[in-house]
């Protein structure tokens, strides 16, 4: 089930009304965890006896990991759960590109081998589960967490169904104890709620699907020597429409869970305002940086290691981040990119540290960690590698096409998706270091009405195609 | 570990949320009510699109052992010439689910149905003109019957098909919501842009019952009815008619779907549907009703309904000669369910 479709808003009116209702608290989470269930198996159903091994294995591994005392078996329980959850991955998301790959080097090596493809369905939201299993077990391990004593609480923890399928990536300990007791639910918490869960459908609905998706579609579907205007246009397009639609579902999932009583944490944070590669990762995507920061760079030894060796944990943890995204190699080169931009971050703020007081730096250096995010965006979007590359190419001027009224990407309205993405990037520089709470907290209730008014009004009138959010695919 | 990063509960925006929210559904519903106003005003009207998924969702219901289906195939004739919801309110025992595509014949339907194992128990009623009974036109629904056999192939599809038809009921309700009305043209075209012109309101309303409403009034009759003729003509004369007795011999793959329904014990209904003037008389030119329907008729074990033949089915306008005009359907539909009760294909509480 999506949140932009109209079962969600029978299904949620439906769950809305059981946890506002005189039940126990007991019998409301019984109630939430059945809920998440058949909000996963609406897309398929056989697709939950997955989801159950995966909460049931890490469950009873973490059990015996925190009872044993040999540092050997709790390591051995450790990789079991590390098996499990990486070898599900890699069978489900990664064995048809792990074999496509294989028999290119066989053929670039002169051989040949045509296997046939896996025909492997990717699971929804296996991902972002996956993950929060797996840190719910290493927390244990490292005996920052003990294991949780009620199943059903650790169950709901892996499945609740507002950040099921695409996040944000929750931690159990941030989780588990909004299970212990009711939180008294407050009518700012369901009003506030209620308004993200409207903005962020907005966000996807009208202008990632309906104003930029058609624009970056255009350039993307197939390019063939796309001249400079068209190039960029496209790119920009993409660079607002993943935004508008990944930060649309998290403000979705945030607003319902708030809804529902329970907290979790934000995914973005106006993210194109980013001055820098390590800002633009506190801003985007927040819940898989940190979860990537503290699981994998800071076990590899972080950058408290000489400093090869901490460029080479910064490349590692943006390449495996690459590789998360998608199995293709295309997502591999823009982890990489973006390994390479935190590295050159690194080398060159080393050398310039009298600069950073400097005021009017400041802009430029947002311009410019915003240009290189959206050069490697090409590499994200693009379905195949030559066709990244004849963007880029587009986007350095290689092909003509300096002229605006000319342009190959047909009948969409490339002026509108410009304005709507100059307003994105506006409006993230304004609010850069504040929050949308804070601005919301500024705005008359009345303002905030007409906001709401407008927004569900564009939602209702904008004819949907009812396309998914570009991360249930990861 | 938690995580290092905060999170909005810790900053909620305090203010009167209820009457926030209340100011927003006031300002919503009047402008939303004042658009849908001005719409009607300018004479469009709520549809949906009849796309595979919705045509799937109304397949689906053959199934839904509440009532007994009575289920509806046949091309435009039926689909814009039968009420469900007039036979439905009339014949309260019976779910009329329509499965007619416009502009194709139905054989692929029926032999779809007819091979469906599961279609126990039901009525099956077909409206066909002689020139769709020829194997040519054999698979001109092949491309929905494949898309819900895809489409169910995926356990996930009773949220897709509950999701389409709730979409498909707001936009039969709604005509700002109607997939027939370019509201960015019509806004241009209100706000006075240059060159912008209002798009013209659609004569065909689809219904999330996937029949069809034709409103004449919104269109130039007599050009149109010269139009369909023209293409009927020349499509009769592009495609000959096989002689009788060869035609007969080439249904048989009617005749065995037609079997095969009726050995479950489904009952199957052949319907002539009324076409009028130049139409009719061009149909009669090229297949003379007694030497291909009389024939056919004699030799299936289908019952069959002619209009001709009925006192209730006659006498009904076809403004563009070849189609029912949609205030004169719930009559009609009545009327055929009337014949059918007579023939004891339905009964009647």
């Known amino acids: 089930m999506i949140f932009n479709s109209y079962t969600f808003i029978v299904f949620l009116a439906v769950v809305l009304a059981v946890r506002y209702s005189r039940r126990s608290w007991r019998t409301k989470k019984m109630f939430l965890l059945v809920a998440s269930y058949l909000f996963y198996a609406a897309w398929n159903p056989p697709f939950v006896l997955l989801l159950w091994g995966s909460t049931i294995a890490d469950w009873f591994i973490a059990k015996r990991l925190f009872k044993s005392t040999s540092q050997r078996q709790r390591k051995t329980m450790l990789f079991a759960s590390l098996g499990i959850n990486l070898g599900l991955l890699a069978y489900f998301k990664y064995g048809d590109f792990a074999l496509r790959s294989f028999a290119n080097v066989v053929s670039w090596m002169g051989g040949s081998y045509e296997p046939a493809p896996l025909d492997v369905i990717l699971p929804v939201g296996i991902s972002f589960y996956t993950f929060q299993t797996l840190s719910y077990t290493i927390d244990v391990y490292r005996r920052e967490l003990e294991p949780w004593d009620n199943f059903g609480d650790y169950a709901l923890y892996v499945t609740f169904f507002p950040q099921l399928v695409a996040g944000p990536i929750v931690r159990a300990a941030d989780f588990l104890p909004q299970c212990r007791e009711p939180h008294p639910l407050r009518r700012s918490e369901v009003g506030w709620g209620l308004t993200l869960l409207a903005l962020g459908l907005f966000e996807k609905v009208v202008l990632a699907d309906h104003i930029l998706a058609p624009v970056a579609d255009a350039l993307y579907t197939e390019p063939s020597s796309p001249g400079f205007y068209d190039a960029w246009v496209g790119t920009l397009a993409f660079a607002g429409q993943i935004f508008c639609d990944f930060a649309g579902y998290s403000l979705c999932a945030i607003g319902v869970a708030m809804c529902l009583g329970f907290e979790i944490i934000d995914n973005f944070r106006f993210p194109y305002a980013a001055v820098g590669f390590s800002d633009f990762w506190r801003r985007w995507h927040i819940s898989l940086s940190t979860w990537l920061r503290d699981y994998l760079y800071i076990p590899l030894g972080g950058n408290r290691v000489s400093l090869p060796r901490t460029y080479v944990n910064l490349m590692l943890t943006m390449l495996i981040g690459g590789l998360w995204h998608g199995a293709a190699w295309t997502f591999v080169i823009w982890g990489g990119l973006h390994g390479s931009y935190l590295a050159i971050e690194r080398a060159v703020r080393a050398h310039t540290k009298r600069l950073a007081g400097v005021r009017w730096l400041t802009p430029l250096a947002g311009l410019g960690t915003f240009v290189a995010v959206c050069f490697a965006w090409v590499f994200f979007r693009a379905t195949e590698f030559s066709f990244a590359t004849d963007i880029c190419a587009g986007m350095a001027g290689i092909h003509a096409g300096f002229d605006w009224e000319t342009t190959a990407l047909g009948e969409v309205d490339r002026g509108r998706a410009m304005v709507v993405m100059a307003a994105l990037v506006g409006m993230h520089w304004v609010l850069r270091k504040t929050t949308l709470e804070d601005a919301a907290s500024k705005l008359p209730w009345w303002l905030r009405s007409v906001a709401i008014a407008l927004m569900l009004c564009a939602l209702f009138i904008t004819k949907d195609e009812g396309r998914a959010f570009i991360y249930f695919q990861f | 570990m938690p995580s290092s990063t905060s999170s909005s509960r810790e900053r909620p925006v305090e203010g009167p949320w209820g009457l926030t929210w209340a100011l927003a559904a006031l300002l919503i519903a009047g402008l939303l009510g004042g658009l849908e106003m001005r719409l009607r005003d300018q004479d469009y009207s709520p549809s949906t699109s009849i796309d595979n998924e919705l045509w799937s969702a109304q397949r689906h219901k053959v199934y839904w052992p509440d009532k007994t289906p009575v289920v509806l195939v046949g091309a435009s004739r039926i689909s814009a010439g039968f009420s469900p919801r007039a036979f439905n309110s009339e014949f309260s025992g ?109 004569y065909v309303r689809a219904h999330a019952d996937t029949s069809r409403s034709l409103d004449y009034s919104k269109k130039n009759v007599k050009v149109h009815r010269n139009k369909r003729i023209r293409k009927h003509r020349k499509n009769l004369r592009k495609h000959k008619p096989a002689k009788p007795k060869r035609w007969l011999k080439g249904t048989r793959f009617l005749e065995e779907a037609i079997d095969q329904l009726i050995d479950r014990g489904i009952e199957v209904v052949l319907v002539r549907y009324p076409t009028c003037g130049k139409f009719y008389e061009l149909d009669e030119e090229h297949y003379p009703r007694k030497k291909y329907w009389d024939r056919f008729a004699k030799k299936t074990r289908a019952k069959t309904i002619h209009f001709e033949d009925y006192e209730a089915l006659r006498g009904y306008e076809c403004p563009d000669s070849s189609h029912l005009n949609f205030e004169d359907v719930p009559e009609f539909t009545r009327a055929l369910g009337g014949v059918m009760a007579e023939l004891g294909v339905i009964e009647v509480d």
Do not use: C
Request: proline fraction near 4%.
């Open chain 2, 94 to 202: 019976y779910r009329a689910i329509m499965l007619a595509r416009a502009g194709k014949a139905p054989a692929a339907t029926l032999i779809d149905l007819a091979e469906d194992e599961d279609f126990k128990e039901g009525v099956v009623v077909v409206s066909m003109l002689a020139e769709h009974m020829v194997k040519r036109r054999r698979n001109d629904q092949r491309s929905v019957v494949k898309a819900y056999g895809e489409l169910t192939e995926n356990y996930g599809f009773i949220n897709h098909f509950a999701n389409r038809q709730i979409q498909a009921h707001i936009e039969d309700t709604f005509a700002f919501r109607s997939p027939h009305v370019d509201l960015e043209a019509w806004l241009d075209a209100e706000r006075g842009v240059e060159d912008a012109e209002f798009p013209k309101p659609n």
